[in-house]
C-alpha cells in the first residue's frame, strides 16, 4: 500500500502544525506556502481533518487552523485513516466494504489473505502507536544528524 498525496500532504501540514505550536492558528495559504502544497487541495485536506476532529479553525481575523488533539496523543494511524479510509492491502480484508477476490474459492485457506493480513497487522501495530510527534523527533533528530555530518569547522 502507498499513501497518497492527500495522505502525504495531509502529514506534512500536521508536522508543520505541531512544530509550530506556539503560533496558534495558521492560516491556509501560509501553510501551503511553507509545505509547497496546493492551496484548494490543502483546503480539502484540512476540512477532512477538521471533521475528524483532529484541527479546530476560526474565521476572520487571528483565524486559521490549529491542532485539536495533541500531538503527543495523536497517532499517525488515526490521521491515516481519516484521510484513506481503509488499510486493507486486498479488497477481502476490507473492513469497510469487505469484497472476495474473483480468483479465490475459499477466504478461509487463501494464502494471499492470509500473508496480507500479517502485513495488515503489522502497518496497524506500527501506526497506531507512532504518534505526530514522535514523527516530529525522529524527523528533527534525522535532520540534526544529517547537519552534522557534513559540518566541517574548525
Known amino acids: 500500500m502507498m499513501l497518497s498525496k492527500k495522505s502525504t500532504y495531509g502529514l506534512r501540514a500536521l508536522m508543520n502544525l505541531a512544530r509550530n505550536l506556539e503560533r496558534g492558528q495558521v492560516l491556509i ?40 488533539v495533541s500531538p503527543r496523543t495523536l497517532t499517525i494511524g488515526r490521521i491515516v485513516k481519516i484521510l484513506e479510509g481503509d488499510l486493507a492491502p486486498v479488497s477481502c480484508l476490507s473492513g469497510v466494504t469487505p469484497a472476495k477476490c474473483d480468483e479465490c474459492d475459499d477466504l478461509a485457506s487463501c494464502g494471499i489473505r492470509l500473508v496480507m493480513a500479517d502485513v495488515q497487522r503489522a502497518m496497524n501495530s506500527v501506526l497506531d502507536t507512532v504518534t505526530l510527534a514522535e514523527m516530529v523527533e525522529r524527523s528533527e533528530a534525522a535532520r540534526l544528524a544529517e547537519r552534522e555530518l557534513f559540518d566541517y569547522s574548525i
Not at 31 to 52: D, H, M, S, T, V
Open 29 to 68: 495559504s501560509e501553510l501551503a506556502q511553507e509545505e509547497r502544497i496546493p492551496k484548494k487541495f490543502l483546503e480539502a485536506i484540512l476540512l477532512a481533518l477538521k471533521n475528524g476532529g483532529i484541527l479546530a479553525s476560526r474565521i476572520g481575523k487571528g483565524g486559521g487552523y490549529s491542532l485539536s
